[in-house]
């Protein structure tokens, strides 16, 4: 029941931040600096999390190759799920079609970026989840939940201005962070009964998946309109998650 508690908790923490990302986005338009520099802070703290726990836990219980061919399965396994995203929204699979199509309805922004969420955010709360299999992961906790504050906060502004209202920006905003919440809850249950060279290729699944959703999605968004300081919030946030980690 503890184990079960504990993943209600992280996984509530880590998804609240979708909820205050919409709660804000709904009433205010941040500057797209302010985004950029949360999703750089975010993604040096995940790059961190995944550096020096997820990776490294995996590596020690599997070997190299086990925990070096889940990670890549991961990133193939987001990558075709991403494709599959981009080729329903836009008709191609590529995320330079993507932006085209939406410029004409920042609705259909906000929703594509819901999805985009859920995608990003069902690996690195399973991969979080599965983690507390061998102990609790604060560094991985905080780099989720300042990677989901940004990336709401954007979507819920793209959904208000597509005409949506506040109550139903955040309505929808909860379901998507109690979906991944509970994802915190499957991935835990699930690495309960696993083995260590399974675990350990979950783990690295999990892991390659958020790896990849880094490369596509949060770093490219935090590159483009957090210039000059997405350098410095990358580093921040790597710093931050590797002393959590120690």
């Given at each position: 029941m503890?184990?079960?508690l504990?993943a ?7 998804s ?16 797209q600096m302010?985004t950029?520099?949360?999703?750089a802070?975010?993604?040096?703290a995940?790059i961190?999390?995944l550096?020096f ?8 219980l ?19 799920l ?13 995320p330079?079609e ?20 859920t995608?990003?955010g ?6 979080l ?11 991985l ?6 990677s ?21 920006v ?7 962070a ?30 390659g998946?958020v ?32 002393v959590?980690?120690?």
């Open positions: 503890t184990r079960v504990t209600v908790l992280f996984g509530v923490v880590a609240s931040a979708l909820v205050i990302g919409a709660v804000v986005g709904s009433v205010w338009r941040p500057p302010v950029g520099v949360l999703l802070f975010a993604s040096g995940l961190s999390a550096a726990e997820l990776f490294e836990e995996a590596f020690h599997g070997g190299a190759t086990r925990s070096g061919l889940g990670l890549l399965a991961g990133a193939a396994a987001f990558v075709l991403d494709s599959a995203l981009d080729r329903y929204v836009t008709g191609h699979p590529g330079e993507r932006e085209v199509t939406e410029s004409g309805s920042r609705g259909g922004i906000g929703f594509a970026l819901l999805a985009a969420v995608l990003d069902v690996p690195e709360n399973v991969a989840g599965v983690s507390l299999a061998g102990g609790v992961s604060l560094t906790l905080v780099a989720i939940f300042f989901n504050l940004p990336e709401s906060l954007v979507g819920a502004v793209a959904m208000r201005e597509g005409g949506q209202s506040p109550r139903m955040v309505i929808t905003w909860v379901v998507c109690v979906l991944l919440a509970g994802a915190v809850v499957v991935g835990r249950a699930v690495a309960g009964g696993l083995s260590d060279p399974v675990l350990a290729v979950a783990l690295s699944f999990a892991g998946a790896l990849a959703s880094l490369a596509d999605t949060l770093m490219p968004e935090a590159f483009e309109h957090g210039r000059p300081l997405n350098a410095f919030a990358t580093a921040a946030g790597f710093f931050l998650s590797f959590l980690a120690t």
